[in-house]
């Protein structure tokens, strides 16, 4: 017999049964994450061996994204194989492209910065970029509450602010009133929503620097990336450099509607 195992993919197919020592047998079916993360490959072993087999290419696949598995086997024996494949950890997500980023020369689309650019603080220092993330998204399948993202209409948080609209992802966070406030935390459905009206794929732009810092997006104080996620999130994980230690900054983070403060939540409902 040939099991398909399920960790942490959840398969739909059943076991299948070798005829003879030399067949192959082809399992077609599908699979759906248990979490987010992007398709490696699989794993096969038995008794002396290990392989690792690469079968797919496919971009970031947030949670819920249907995945068409081929797997095909050939053995010389009826023992158990397991078959697994694996995942590339939590989500990420960060800045759609088009947000501005405010650097010592004015504003520059987050799609546009690179490694050695330099970005302007909330605290007023001009700090280097260190590698800038790409994660690509099927908005098809997207888990709209945890994927797609929040669109904060320009001036929806008073002073003008945000300058333009500001769309980023929902667990990414905004510096308001001396706390960090997830985006999705700020949803009213009216000045500030969870945006519907996307193609088919988009990127997600995440920017690192030295340490973990409040970037300016659309005049907005927001969280650089800090690393606590797998890099295997993004697209061009190869091409990021060895990073250092930063430690997240200490700030307390409100990550629902429930948690943020009167004055925030009166702020964000009008």
Request: charge should be negative.
């Amino acid at each position: 017999m040939v099991s398909l195992t399920s960790s942490p993919i959840l398969y739909g197919g059943e076991n299948f049964l070798i005829v003879g020592q030399t067949d192959t047998q082809v399992y077609i079916g599908t699979a759906s994450e248990t979490g987010n993360g992007k398709v490696i490959g699989f794993v096969f072993e038995d008794a002396t061996t290990q392989q690792y087999f690469l079968f797919s290419t496919t971009p970031w696949l947030p949670f819920g994204t249907p995945i068409t598995v081929n797997v095909s086997s050939g053995a010389n024996d009826p023992q158990p194989y397991n078959w697994d494949l694996s995942t590339g950890g939590a989500a990420a997500y960060c800045f759609m492209a088009g947000t501005e980023i405010a650097t010592p020369t004015g504003g520059v689309a987050v799609e546009m910065l690179r490694a050695g650019d330099l970005v302007l603080c909330h605290d007023g220092r001009v700090a280097p970029v260190s590698w800038v993330g790409v994660q690509t998204i099927a908005s098809r399948f997207a888990d709209r509450l945890r994927v797609l993202p929040v669109r904060i209409t320009a001036g929806a948080l008073g002073n003008g602010l945000p300058w333009r609209d500001l769309l980023l992802s929902p667990d990414h966070a905004l510096l308001l009133d001396g706390v960090l406030v997830q985006a999705g935390a700020l949803v009213n459905g009216a000045s500030i929503r969870r945006e519907t009206n996307l193609p088919e794929r988009f990127c997600y732009y995440h920017v690192e620097l030295a340490d973990h810092a409040l970037l300016l997006a659309e005049g907005l104080p927001a969280e650089s990336f800090l690393d606590q996620v797998s890099v295997f999130a993004f697209d061009n994980w190869h091409e990021r450099p060895a990073p250092a230690q930063a430690r997240e900054m200490a700030l307390p983070r409100v990550k629902s509607a429930r948690q943020l403060p009167r004055a925030l939540r009166a702020r964000s409902a009008a």
